[in-house]
């Protein structure tokens, strides 16, 4: 049975760099077509695509993150990574990885870890 | 990238059925049948209930059904059950491959 699961850092100042990382067990990250996809959900409110990296490495990003966001695959270790840049308060959200299955859906999530911007 | 339409909420009684509706446009529900539907309960991560319009996952209950007209997906409930309430959130493969949700609804079981 797939699993992911966040982790990450919980609270970072205004302007600062946000990295967290997803960590796969019980499949690989180089395996099949998959898009290994970062979402995410403010409190209180809906769930944001924010972007993926794929199985060969290729990327992209929801455009209004574009120029903030990147996101990477480590096969040796069985994870991807999420990195937002310059975050501010309306970057304060539950981030969750999941498992795209080609074009169809998200089939597996983690279950979230919580991002806090706050001076 | 504009958010899908879904209404912010529906309710129904225990037996009856609910639809809720997830309206884009021909660069996403319309042009792809790839519109998957997800349910979350409160504190809980997203769960997939239907994908590909109107393929069930094993084991969602076929009280669950999906379909699509035009620019318009819909997610249909029937024999409504306490656990049901929670909230429904549509989604859509687009043509610059990227992905786009729905506001999201909430269902309420009176």
């Known amino acids: 049975q797939l699993q992911l699961q966040e982790s990450g850092p919980g609270l970072v100042k205004p302007s600062e760099t946000v990295s967290l990382t997803c960590t796969v067990s019980?499949?690989?990250?180089?395996?099949?077509?998959?898009?290994w996809t970062w979402i995410r959900q403010p409190p209180g409110k809906g769930l944001e695509w924010i972007g993926y990296v794929y199985d060969t490495g290729s990327t992209n990003y929801n455009p209004s993150l574009k120029s903030r966001v990147t996101i990477s695959l480590d096969t040796s270790k069985n994870q991807f990574s999420l990195k937002l840049r310059s975050v501010t308060a309306a970057d304060t959200a539950l981030y969750y990885c999941?498992?795209?299955?080609?074009?169809?859906?998200?089939?597996?999530w983690g279950q979230g870890t919580l991002v806090t911007v706050s001076s | 990238q504009s958010a899908l339409t879904q209404p912010a909420s529906v309710s129904g009684s225990p037996g009856q059925s609910i639809t809720i509706s997830c309206t884009g446009t021909?660069?996403?529900?319309?042009?792809?049948?790839?519109v998957s539907w997800y349910q979350q309960h409160p504190g809980k991560a997203p769960k997939l209930m239907i994908y590909?319009?109107?393929n069930r996952p094993s084991g969602v209950s076929n009280r669950f059904s999906g379909s699509k007209s035009g620019n318009t997906a819909s997610l249909t409930i029937s024999g409504l059950q306490a656990e049901d309430e929670a909230d429904y959130y549509c989604s859509s493969f687009t043509g610059t491959i990227t992905w786009v949700f729905g506001g999201g609804t909430k269902l309420t079981v009176l």
């Open positions: 999941a498992r795209g299955l080609a074009a169809t859906s998200f089939d597996y």
């Open positions: 590909e319009v109107s």
């Open positions: 021909s660069s996403d529900v319309g042009g792809y049948n790839y």
């Open positions: 019980g499949g690989s990250v180089s395996s099949g077509t998959h898009y």
